[in-house]
């Protein structure tokens, strides 16, 4: 992500979090009115359910990726640096 400086980062993360926010509330809302009263209850329940094993199955998948992407990119810098070192 390219960026002039931190505050612009910051400034979308921050917009980010209030989307974020704006649609979970919205998805409640949606919940709520598609269960009813009297199961409205289990339908939230259920909705927070998922969400938490999504965000648990999440975490599981980055870290082999990122084992992956950077074993070979540290083996390519390091080429790259030898490389250079020789020709110097």
């Known amino acids: ?5 931190w505050s612009w980062i910051l400034a979308a993360n921050v917009l980010l979090g209030v989307s974020q926010g704006l649609t979970w509330s919205a998805t409640v809302i ?5 269960a009813g009263p009297k199961n409205r209850g289990l339908a939230m329940g259920l909705a927070n359910l998922v969400a938490a094993l999504r965000v648990a199955a999440r975490g599981d998948l980055p870290g082999p990726v990122i084992t992956v992407t950077c074993d070979s990119w540290d083996r390519y810098r390091a080429k790259s640096w030898m490389q250079n070192w020789e020709e110097a």
């Open 30 to 34: 949606m919940n709520i009115d598609l």
């Open 1 to 5: 992500m390219w960026a002039p400086s």
